[in-house]
């Protein structure tokens, strides 16, 4: 398939049109996990916003520019700790890992246990089925490299899907068909297969059914979740037909991640359609695009932009030669080891048997005049937050490489308990950071002997249950977390970003402290 046979600059105007458009679109609602009540886009729309989906692959563009064709993973690395700044979950931990040595395609698995399956690599396959154009096979190559960085498994798999349908489109316009050769350049038995198959076979209900039932069966509890995302996607493709007013308002009303789905599904309509048939869609947005980090383009204009990356998909060469490394768990281990581990001294476990007085008003289950305690107290320990406990013997010493403190893998007992953690932060200056907290049970933590944060809750472990500001005093400093453990298991993380007079999620991890 040639691309001089087909009006090629159109269709890529159309697809970087529609990614602006859908992000536009999507942004005022990002986040909102619920049916959006909208009757169109166009009432809520901004065009003005800069967007990390066009974003990165204007550094991408860039890279290709400069680098060539025969890129590598670590390429596009060095350009995102160069040029920017986004430290949002996913991009925050690859940048913590790369900085400290770990390289892709580990540096989106280790310490990214939570974000590894996000939205944030698909968002960014258009500029690999554009200079893939016809050439499936090749754009999926590009996306591993790209996806690797930050992601794994299933998000790999989505920017590799979306890369593939994108080159595809430029020459097919059946999007039923498009999405079912899409699936042939993912696993079979991975769950982005499985969710596009369920799809694919409801397409006589409802749209709003469709989308419940992705959600029942590929549900997450973060929004950026790629699964059930790309489900949003696939059901805006498919039940808006071609149109791409229609596409978008689907997209948007499904919620979720809201500007990544309109965007990446408005840019396959995009260049299906191709800018000029777009008719009145064409005019919602003038000739420019927003970059929010540190790359310069010649122009801001997104028809610019369609025609440099033409030039680079009439350029590419026939053969092109891509490393490409994947994960295995020996490489894993071997790549944490690159870091300097925390070091935890694990104290405990503390507990009681759980005191509960038995009901008077219920018969005796041992008897009359039998003092024993309740049944619930005989198969029940308790432990508490305000108690002090002796804290004994070291028990254990952990040198852990992620931010999850891996208690579990030590602490052999059942039941519930109460344990210590402690390590010593060595500053090179006073510093005042942040304290990120995963936690699924209750904490407290100290840092210096002060106690700046105790929470008493049972809840979902997250890297980002709770937080708080520290300050770190030049030299050595003790951190110290009583912990509890009240279910069946105890998840417990926490890491530490740079203060610098914003909110956390828009800062750095820091990679500079030492621990012993």
């Keep these: 398939m040639k691309i001089n046979n087909i009006n090629f600059l159109d269709k890529v105007h159309g697809c970087w049109y529609g990614k602006c458009l859908g992000g536009a679109a999507g942004a005022p609602k990002e986040g909102i996990k619920k049916l959006i009540d909208i009757s169109d886009f166009t009432e809520i729309y901004n065009p003005d916003l800069p967007n990390d989906d066009l974003d990165l692959q204007l550094l991408w563009l860039d890279v290709l520019e400069n680098k060539g064709y025969e890129i590598t993973s670590c390429d596009l690395a060095d350009a995102w700790t160069e040029k920017c700044w986004y430290t ?13 040595g770990i390289k892709p395609p580990y540096s989106g698995i280790i310490n990214n246990s939570f974000f590894k399956e996000g939205m944030g690599c698909p968002i960014r396959s258009e500029i690999w089925g554009i200079i893939c154009a016809g050439r499936p096979e090749l754009a999926v190559k590009y996306a591993y490299l790209d996806g690797c960085l930050d992601h794994a498994d299933n998000s790999v798999y989505a920017e590799q899907f979306l890369s ?17 050769q899409g699936m042939k350049y993912i696993p079979s038995d991975c769950k982005l297969y499985e969710c596009f198959e369920m799809i694919l076979s409801m397409q006589d209900k409802p749209w709003q059914y469709v989308r419940q039932e992705a959600l029942n069966n590929f549900g997450h509890p973060d929004f950026t979740n790629v699964v059930q995302n790309l489900a949003m996607i696939v059901i805006a493709l498919l ?30 309509v995009g ?34 932009l369609a025609e440099d990356t033409v030039r680079l998909a009439e350029n590419m060469p026939e053969i092109v030669n891509l490393d490409l490394i994947y994960p295995t768990n020996e490489g894993i281990e071997e790549a944490k080891k690159v870091t300097e581990p925390v070091k935890w001294r694990i104290y405990g476990p503390y507990y009681d048997q759980l005191n509960k007085p038995i009901n008077p008003d219920y018969p005796s289950p041992h008897g009359e005049g039998c003092v024993l305690p309740d049944l619930v107290c005989m198969v029940n320990n308790e432990a508490f937050l305000e108690k ?19 208690i579990e893998g030590y602490i052999r007992m059942e039941g519930q308990y109460a344990c210590m953690a402690e390590t010593t932060v060595v500053s090179h200056e ?12 209750a904490f407290s933590l100290c840092v210096n002997g002060e106690k700046l944060l105790e929470k008493d809750e049972i809840r979902l472990w997250t890297p980002y249950n709770n937080f708080c500001l520290i300050d770190l ?38 990679t500079d402290l030492k621990y012993k």
């Design 473 to 510: 005093k030049k030299g050595e400093n003790k951190l110290s977390i009583k912990l509890l453990r009240r279910t069946e298991k105890l998840k417990f993380s926490i890491g530490l970003r740079i203060y610098n007079g914003q909110h956390w999620h828009r800062s750095r991890w820091c």
């Design 239 to 268: 039940y808006g037909k071609g149109d791409m007013r229609q596409t978008i308002n689907i997209a948007l009303r499904c919620g979720y991640d809201t500007d990544c789905t309109c965007g990446s599904a408005a840019s396959i």
């Design 430 to 441: 006073d510093k005042r950071v942040w304290a990120i907290i995963g936690n699924n049970d």
């Design 164 to 180: 593939a349908v994108e080159a595809m489109a430029f020459f097919e316009d059946d999007i039923e068909k498009l999405i079912r």
């Design 271 to 304: 260049i299906i359609k191709g800018y000029s048939n777009l008719g009145e869609l064409a005019g919602l947005i003038n000739d420019y695009f927003v970059c929010g980090i540190d790359v310069h383009r010649p122009s801001d204009s997104i028809k610019k």
């Design 388 to 406: 002090e406990y002796d804290k004994g013997e070291l028990a254990y010493t952990i040198e852990a490489y992620e931010d999850l403190i891996d």
């Design 88 to 100: 949002f979950s996913e991009y925050g931990y690859f940048m913590k890992n790369y900085m400290r």
